[in-house]
């Protein structure tokens, strides 16, 4: 087989790490042997079977898949190339939805099975397959946290199920053992670190977007008049719509007392109501991502709603309700330095609290509002064994999960609910936040769901109690929305000194080729006053996987990941700041 043709077949499946590797390995240096009958060894002890090794193979992945759960999600790590026989036997049983991270800290193999195998049923294979191979162990670490966090959503990062393949005689008896040892035990360690850190994830995710979408907004900020100010409805009432399954039995009260509150509604809940004839007041957004906009119908440019939007929610939802929009900030500390920059451009924003999701935004709207009574609907955060944990129509109706990620915490009515981490870690932080909330009436509506300290639940049936004797509100009679003319701002100045960053960048990638090198560049761009606002936030996803990494990096893979950081500077795109 040409060595050639297989490379080929390796740059659509081996990282970029791998393939460096690959043209630096000139003389095949490797703990592994291989013979004319193509037996793989380790200390002259075979890896595989000598007769009869796909046979073997079989027989390892089969009692391996009887004793692990496999779910369509999964990630298979298999820590040792040797043969391919395992691999290959593992790629038959996988689902194309799955992905098979192969990792090996011997190169100079790599490119011994390159030379002497066929490796194209590896490209055409439907599951997704990845080779990260290095003699340096932070290199492969780059490699399996880069690939989590490309892949990992902030919903669902806490249920990145990855599962660890051993080969039973590489790991035993062998010269590479330890150092396999030692890299299973690092990457258990940075799976953990990632499922855990919904901050990291979500930093990684959205800095750049948070900072585009504010760039892009900034106009209509400018314009707004409605930058949140302190509307008082002391003495009213306010039911805010979450997306879970008690929504759906509150209906027909909301839709019969519609009068008697204002309504709050997150995105996630806009199509349950509108689809029951139910128009909210307001809705409220906190979310960048442009995945969010299907949250938000055609229809609702003729309806009389009102946005409550973050400074970062995607243009394309601000542009859906037109005028009608009311700008706030996300209270999370991130990025102080564009806050400073719009009050510079004379745009004041108020902090809403943020402790993990929308509701929670919309929650403190209510009380910096002043409104008395504050409803919650659809918080429910729990499963019923039906698997359900948002109501129908909503945008996350068909979210399924695997029971093996579901924990069990205090139910609000039952003694115990199943819940996601997430989720269980979100009813702890409201917890706190009710507890020094003392001048409002909470009233948290739900047949099930899980229990949230010091905000008591009521059930479904107890709604109209509540609504009986409070007084009718109407929103017009409280919020006035007005714009200005404002002369339209080309940000001209900062997209010269983006511009300027990017050059400097630019020079670093043609004339630095040592770190110390690299790092006087670094200190250049970071005296422009405009790096730490627009430029760091873009170069986010280097700087936490250089975070993810030792501290004993070596030459080679710090100019590497300086190198990635430098290029991500040059790729920001100049239209973000052109207004």
């Not at 994830?201 to 314009?223: D, F, G």
């Not at 909210?280 to 957004?285: A, K, L, Q």
């Not at 639940?457 to 007005?482: E, F, G």
């Not at 200190?523 to 405009?530: A, I, L, R």
Request: aromatic share 8%; with cysteine.
């Amino acid at each position: 087989m040409n060595y050639f043709q297989n490379l080929k077949s390796l740059k659509g499946i081996a990282s970029e790490l791998t393939l460096l590797n690959l043209e630096k390995e000139s003389s095949v240096n490797t703990l592994y042997s291989i013979d004319d009958d193509f037996n793989v060894s380790v200390d002259n002890n075979k890896i595989h079977s000598k007769r009869y090794p796909e046979q073997e193979a079989q027989r390892i992945v089969d009692n391996w898949i009887d004793s692990t759960i496999i779910s369509e999600d999964t990630i298979v790590t298999v820590n040792g190339l040797a043969g391919l026989y395992h691999i290959k036997e593992l790629l038959s049983r996988l689902s194309k939805k799955n992905t098979l991270i192969v990792i090996d800290t011997e190169p100079g193999h790599l490119k011994n099975l390159c030379d002497l195998c066929d490796l194209s049923y590896l490209s055409e294979s439907s599951v997704n397959i990845k080779f990260f191979v290095s003699s340096d162990l932070n290199e492969i670490i780059y490699d399996y946290c880069k690939f989590l966090l490309d892949n990992a959503s902030i919903e669902k990062v806490h249920q990145i199920d990855v599962k660890f393949f051993m080969l039973p005689k590489l790991m035993k008896k062998s010269a590479l053992e330890a150092k396999h040892s030692e890299l299973l035990t690092l990457l258990l360690n940075k799976t953990k670190i990632i499922r855990k850190d919904t901050n990291l994830v979500t930093e990684y995710s959205l800095s750049a977007k948070y900072v585009t979408n504010t760039v892009k907004n900034i106009q209509k900020m400018q314009q707004s008049q409605n930058i949140f100010p302190k509307y008082d409805f002391s003495g009213k009432t306010a039911l805010i719509a979450g997306a879970g399954p008690s929504l759906l039995k509150t209906i027909e009260i909301i839709k019969n007392s519609r009068d008697k509150f204002i309504l709050f509604s997150i995105g996630a809940a806009l199509k349950v109501l509108l689809k029951n004839n139910i128009i909210p007041d307001i809705v409220v957004n906190a979310d960048g991502k442009k995945v969010t906009i299907k949250q938000y119908p055609n229809e609702i440019l003729n309806r009389d709603m009102i946005l409550l939007a973050t400074n970062n929610t995607h243009p394309e939802i601000i542009d859906k309700f037109k005028d009608k929009v009311i700008f706030c900030k996300a209270n999370n500390n991130l990025n102080p330095e564009l806050y400073n920059w719009l009050e510079s451009k004379n745009i004041f924003l108020e902090p809403l609290n943020s402790i993990g999701s929308v509701i929670s935004f919309a929650i403190d709207a209510a009380v910096k509002m002043k409104f008395k009574n504050i409803i919650i609907t659809g918080l429910d955060l729990s499963f019923k064994s039906s698997n359900a944990i948002y109501a129908k129509s909503s945008k996350a109706e068909n979210l399924k999960i695997c029971d093996e990620n579901l924990i069990s915490i205090k139910g609000n009515w039952e003694p115990q609910v199943l819940t996601k981490p997430d989720y269980a870690e979100f009813a702890i932080l409201l917890g706190y936040y009710f507890k020094n909330k003392r001048t409002e009436n909470f009233y948290n509506i739900t047949d099930s769901g899980a229990y949230i300290e010091n905000l008591k639940a009521y059930r479904t049936t107890d709604l109209p109690l509540i609504l009986r004797d409070v007084q009718n509100v109407k929103l017009k009679d409280y919020i006035k929305l007005t714009t200005r003319k404002v002369k339209k701002d080309n940000l001209s100045e900062l997209k010269s000194e983006i511009e300027h960053i990017i050059k400097i960048a630019k020079n670093a990638l043609i004339k630095a080729h040592t770190v110390e090198e690299f790092q006087t560049y670094h200190e250049k761009m970071k005296q422009n006053k405009y790096f730490d606002i627009f430029v760091k936030p873009n170069v986010a996803k280097s700087q936490i996987l250089l975070n993810l990494t030792s501290n004993n990096q070596s030459e080679s893979l710090s100019l590497f990941l300086l190198k990635q950081y430098f290029q991500e500077i040059t790729s920001i795109k100049m239209q973000v700041f052109i207004s």
